[in-house]
């Protein structure tokens, strides 16, 4: 399964915009001695292979965050927002009338602009988006709390705030990985 490289490409944005381009440089040097893959230009059209994609978040989380990996959910989250804002490349997502429609029909579509593999499947009663994904062939805790983290920003962005509940994990051996966006204050 493979992610496309515009999240490589916010990333390193947002990266940037934090600790700055010499940081990011640095970093971005040290990463290509580790996996050559990276060495390729990687451009927001560019297939990356998803545990490509693990090795590039923990060596991010290593050297920027104290190898502080639940900042996994906080990449998900800043994705999201630089993606899904209204001056960016993927705003036309959140034109959805209501809750109902974001999660069954934009939902899944976000999940497809991102992702060459995988089923998501999502829908919404009593107040609350139920998300399953399955065909996921990494076994990674932490790329779940990714995802998690950047379907709950994007209800946010949406205009809902939302409590997150993992019911079933992959990584954990379960055959899915599903998970519930509870709306707050309903």
């Known amino acids: 399964m493979n992610i496309k490289g515009s999240s490589f490409v916010t990333t390193k944005a947002i990266i940037t915009e934090a600790f700055g381009e010499e940081r990011w440089n640095a ?3 040290g990463l290509t001695q580790k996996d050559g893959f990276f ?4 451009m927001s059209v560019t297939l990356i292979p998803v545990e490509k994609m693990i090795v590039f ?7 920027f965050f104290n190898n502080d990996k639940t900042q996994y959910a906080m990449f998900g989250k800043s994705g999201a927002k630089f993606v899904l804002s ?8 959140m034109l959805a009338k209501d809750a109902r429609q974001f999660v069954e029909l934009n939902m899944p579509k976000i999940w497809s602009t ?3 593999g995988g089923t998501f499947t999502s829908n919404f009663d009593n107040n609350t988006a139920h998300i399953t994904i399955t065909g996921i062939p990494v076994k990674n805790n932490y790329f779940e709390e990714l995802v998690m983290g950047f379907n709950q920003q994007a209800f946010k962005i949406f205009g809902e705030k939302t ?6 994990s992959i990584a954990a051996g379960d055959d899915d990985f599903r998970f519930q966006l509870k709306l707050k204050d309903s």
């Not at 060495?39 to 990687?42: D, E, F, G, L, V």
């Not at 978040?57 to 050297?63: G, H, K």
């Not at 409590?163 to 079933?168: D, L």
């Open 114 to 116: 991102y992702f060459d």
């Open 57 to 63: 978040f923990n060596e991010l989380c290593r050297e």
């Open 163 to 168: 409590t997150a509940v993992k019911v079933s």
């Open 86 to 93: 209204p001056t960016g490349p993927y705003k036309s997502y």
């Open 39 to 42: 060495n390729n230009m990687i």
């Open 27 to 29: 970093f971005h040097a």
